[in-house]
């Protein structure tokens, strides 16, 4: 199983998270928000255990093996490569829409 972390408490992470889960390859075990009241929320339901107001904390936690991201797309760039440089496996988000 990988555990799976997720930046952002939106509805597309949510319906990742259901996608992942059902694949029963991943278990959710973290969740990161701005605000960790934020992060609990969003993430109990999903059977996370462990939640993140700070990347660099989740970037160096045993219990994640990858992150998914889907933060506003300003902050996708930063955060994926911090994550990657701290060991984890990055999915990213893209909610590029053509004109």
Known sequence: MIKLAIVGTNWISE???EAALESKKFIVSGVYSRALDTAKS???PLGATVFFDSLE???ASENIDAVYIASPNSFHCQQAIQLMRAGKHVICENRWHPT
């Open 15 to 17: 319906k990742f998270a």
């Open 42 to 44: 969003f993430g109990q």
């Open 57 to 59: 904390a989740l970037g």
